[in-house]
């Protein structure tokens, strides 16, 4: 969920206007807007209404994790005799925190950017183990740090993306991993103690991990 | 998360445009004498990935630059790796890495 905040006040009079907001999602086409295992059957929101403060606040899920693609959110402020001050567009992005105050809207009629603007983790980090299982559907690299031989696979896994995989090698090093039959062309691992090798492998559409260059490597 | 991939029979002909995808797969059923590129951004990386289906050579775009050789292996793959520059331009940044089945 996305976490979505705000004050409301006036430029004239009291600093406080207790007016009101609404919520609604857009940009869903013909298709009923769905979830990961559900259906959306409400898209907006009662009226949301300030605290004494001015202060609101409000959870909606976050357009990246809403199908299909395209969509955002309106949120109309209304002053405390009901008018319609504006009514804005923005995208949330799940997990993440906005403050109205600060936060620009977004123009819907601007096609959306080849790359979202996202500066979130991206690392799943495993250690002591002797099987890696890491999910292709959420993050995009990987670091296994190798305490003894291990098997190593990665899914889900989503077509087109890039996969990078960190091996570290512990103290002792000498560490061989074993690489499940769905990755193609891997590289040697370094095994000195402490070592680092790097190396991405883009995923076809059968879900097979092919990579783009040797692997690098790096002994601190 | 998922980075957009377009799937290519080289039947057709190619126009590979990075407006609708960053990875592009190619099915290689015949030799390709022209592709064409589009709507590159600087600074993007776009992967192309060929799956052999015989001995059939393929001929890059002309805004791709420092292109490696599609293999020509039957039932190989080929991976190589671009970074988009301005003026349109893709330009490799890795050797490309060939996987033979």
Known sequence: MSTITGKLSTIIGPAVEIGSIEVALCGYGPQVPRGTTTLFARITSAAIIP???????FNVTGNDQIAPEGTYYTVIIKNSNGDIVQCDAYLFLDNQNYD????????????????????????QILTDASSYVFDGSTYLSFKAVLNQPAFIDCTPLNEGNLYTFIIV????????????????NVSATNLKPNGITVQTFVC????????IAGATWWTP | ?????????????????????????????????????????????????FHQKGEYEFAWPELCRNTPFVSTEPDSTTVANF?????GYLDAHAPAAVSEE
């Open chain 1, 169 to 184: 090698q512990d103290v002792a090093g000498g560490h061989v991993p074993t690489w499940s039959n769905r990755f193609h």
């Open chain 1, 51 to 57: 605290t004494s403060d001015g202060t609101f606040t």
């Open chain 1, 100 to 123: 109205l105050d600060s936060t620009n809207p977004f123009d819907p009629s601007q096609p959306i950017p080849p790359l979202p603007p996202l500066i979130i983790n991206q690392l």
């Open chain 2, 83 to 87: 970074v988009g520059n301005t003026g």
């Open chain 1, 204 to 211: 076809d559409e059968q879900g097979q991990l092919y990579s």
């Open chain 2, 1 to 49: 998360m998922t980075r957009p991939y377009m799937l290519y029979d080289s039947a057709s002909p190619i126009v590979f445009d990075g407006n609708v995808a960053q990875c592009f797969i190619v099915i290689l059923r015949n030799t390709v004498l022209r592709s064409r590129v589009k709507n590159i951004a600087p600074g993007v990386l776009y992967t192309f990935v």
